[in-house]
């Protein structure tokens, strides 16, 4: 079809020639130039044909190899189709990596009604943290790691590594999360909530675990040698734990924990997760060189159903640790974030917490869950009054930017006035505004 449309053309040419006047002395000169554009529109239509072969035999493009962002309208030959794919396949994105590394950098502001040079300054804002995360995946073997750098410390989270069965069951090695009670956070705002101060939530530390999951079932078993650090008496950690401080010198160690989950209505739009977790340790003293005991038990729901998260939970711990005379029992020495503090040694806590997230369409935000978060520790020692701590706000996401915006009220509560979670006797309700900023990656 090609080689006819290039006869047609030239026949039209000649004919131009043979009954176009011109004058006698310039003939010659414009059959030549004549001759010059035939020749050249000879060449353009072989080029057209090359083309049209190479479109002809190009093969159908995947959503995943997009040609390059320019087209062949360069001088010389189209390049073909199947060097279209090659050159797709050089400048694609390749494969992540098996190893991701990830972080964040987060500020936060905030307003303390109690302290008066905060009320001065109305607030005050500063770094809060910088965090490296290192996760991934090869052959089965786990690797996950978190290392946190804040004003006053840097500290390990967490970093352990785990071995996937065929099962899918998992075993990990290292400084991991406890399996107790409402996993992975018995709160959704960024101050937490009392579980956490007395170390029963979010508390990690160095030992083995195994995870497995049968249908609506879920069994976590772990044992603990001691500590994540290997250092009872430093104070920089991320979490609380027993710490040897003062006449308190006590360590927990050879502790056993043990999770059992059931959710009803599994992968349906409204699922309830119904558990009963315990834990069992020694506490050995350094003064006595003696063994003391402790073991805590608590139950929970986690209800997420349409929108709405509904978690709820009990529990009761009781330390009786063998300290020397003089030294009372009715509290154990906890340290974390660089400072110490006393818990009462038999206790219970109450967690009630609501949180709703936000449909959201044609908004700057990707994710907008407000909460009201309420926690109790009930003592049963010391005569000291009741820890309260109640959060009301919204966590917020656009893109790797999430702020918390969080209300919080708090009464006889550690870092609130003169709280206590040993004893105390602050009847006050005391507040405090937080914003907290932070970019992920």
């Not at 040419?13 to 003939?27: D, H, K, Q, R």
């Not at 038990?297 to 005379?325: M, T």
């Not at 407000?370 to 049963?380: P, T, V």
């Not at 006797?425 to 900023?437: K, V």
């Amino acid at each position: 079809m090609a080689s006819g449309r290039r006869c047609g053309l030239g026949m039209a040419v000649l004919a131009l020639l043979l009954v176009a006047p011109f004058p006698a002395e310039a003939e010659a000169d414009e059959i030549a130039r004549l001759q010059q554009q035939l020749e050249a529109l000879q060449q353009r239509l072989e080029i057209l044909e090359r083309r049209l072969a190479a479109q002809d035999s190009r093969p159908v493009r995947t959503p995943e190899l997009t040609e390059t962002p320019f087209e062949t309208e360069l001088l010389g030959e189209a390049v073909t189709g199947a060097e279209r794919l090659e050159e797709a396949r050089a400048t694609a994105v390749p494969e992540p990596s098996p190893i991701r590394i990830g972080g964040a950098l987060r500020f936060n502001h905030f307003f303390r009604e109690d302290v008066r040079d905060s009320r001065t300054r109305r607030g005050d804002s500063g770094f809060d943290l910088f965090r490296l995360n290192v996760d991934g995946e090869i052959r089965d073997i786990i690797l996950s790691a978190e290392y946190r750098f804040t004003p006053d410390m840097d500290v390990i989270r967490s970093g352990w590594l785990g071995y996937r069965f065929a099962d899918d069951s998992v075993v990990k090695v290292g400084i991991h999360r406890a399996p107790f009670g409402l996993l992975p956070f018995a709160s959704h705002n960024y101050w937490d909530g009392v579980p956490f101060y007395a170390g029963f939530s979010d508390n990690h530390d160095l030992g083995i675990a195994y995870e497995r999951s049968d249908g609506a079932w879920e069994t976590r078993l772990a044992f603990y040698k001691n500590e994540e650090l290997g250092s009872a008496g430093t104070l920089a950690r991320y979490a609380p734990d027993v710490v040897r401080q003062g006449d308190q010198q006590n360590e927990e160690i050879n502790r056993f924990n043990a999770r059992v989950a059931y959710t009803l209505g599994q992968d349906t739009g409204c699922e309830h997760e119904f558990g009963l977790s315990g834990q069992r340790a020694d506490l050995l003293n350094a003064t006595t060189n003696g063994r003391g005991s402790h073991w805590a038990a608590a139950g929970h729901l986690d209800s997420r159903c349409g929108r709405w998260n509904l978690q709820l939970q009990g529990a009761r711990y009781v330390y009786d640790p063998d300290n020397p005379p003089g030294v009372s029992n009715d509290s154990v020495r906890l340290g974390a974030f660089g400072t110490s503090f006393d818990l009462a040694a038999k206790g219970k806590l109450a967690v009630v917490n609501l949180a709703y997230n936000f449909e959201l369409s044609d908004s700057w935000f990707d994710q907008v869950v407000c909460y009201n978060n309420y926690s109790r520790l009930i003592k049963d020692v010391g005569g000291g009054r009741d820890s309260e701590l109640n959060t009301v706000g919204c966590s917020v996401g656009a893109g790797p930017l999430y702020a918390y915006l969080d209300l919080i009220f708090a009464r006889n509560m550690l870092f609130f006035g003169e709280g206590s979670l040993a004893g105390g006797d602050d009847d006050r309700w005391r507040s405090r505004f937080n914003i907290n900023l932070g970019y992920y990656w």
